[in-house]
């Protein structure tokens, strides 16, 4: 029974010591061994213990062609981790605007949010983010958009003191 239990335990280690080495792999933008992996059977939705999936740890760290291979094994990029952060949301913060539209061109909806209501639009304001809050205005997103506390872009600005993303937003809001 003892020696069951010992090699269960094992089993379970090298599990895990796997799982942290294909979240480095998408970490580091691995993507031709994240496209081995995953046309061997490699769920491309995995998460790891903060409900980060492979999709959202290659996006915010701006690796282009591992988010590629992931989006096209069948990564959900609206798959929120445990922070209610959505990749775009992540690429927004990042001011990674190349990302951005790579996740739009595959499909993600300009306001995509999590449960917190924020868009890509308002972190790109909060951050002062200027060609990423143009080029989302641009394809569609909408500036009266509210978060989950009823706040907008514009408002998410002024609370950050972003003013240059704050007199683009008033301009808009007439």
Do not use: W
């Not at 980060?52 to 992931?70: C, F, I, K, N, P």
């Not at 609206?78 to 739009?104: E, H, R, S, T, W």
């Not at 989950?148 to 998410?156: C, H, W």
């Amino acid at each position: 029974m003892s020696d069951q239990l010992v090699s269960t335990q094992m089993t379970d280690d090298e599990a895990a010591a796997f799982a942290a080495q294909v979240f480095e792999r998408a970490r580091q933008g691995d993507a031709e061994m994240l496209e081995r992996l995953l046309a061997s059977g490699l769920p491309a939705n995995l998460r790891n213990h903060k409900g980060d999936t492979l999709l959202m740890l290659a996006s915010y760290h701006g690796h282009h062609d591992a988010v590629r291979v992931l989006l096209a094994h069948g990564a959900d990029p609206l798959i929120a981790n445990d922070n209610g952060q959505l990749p775009i949301a992540g690429a927004a913060f990042k001011g990674d605007l190349p990302m951005i539209q790579l996740l739009l061109d595959h499909g993600v909806p300009v306001d995509a949010a999590a449960q917190d209501g924020r868009t890509a639009l308002m972190l790109a304001a909060m951050f002062n983010r200027g060609e990423i809050l143009d080029y989302l205005l641009a394809h569609g997103a909408n500036p009266a958009h509210q978060d989950a506390r009823g706040a907008t872009a514009l408002m998410a600005a002024q609370t950050m003191g972003a003013v240059d993303a704050a007199a683009r937003l008033q301009v808009l809001a007439g």
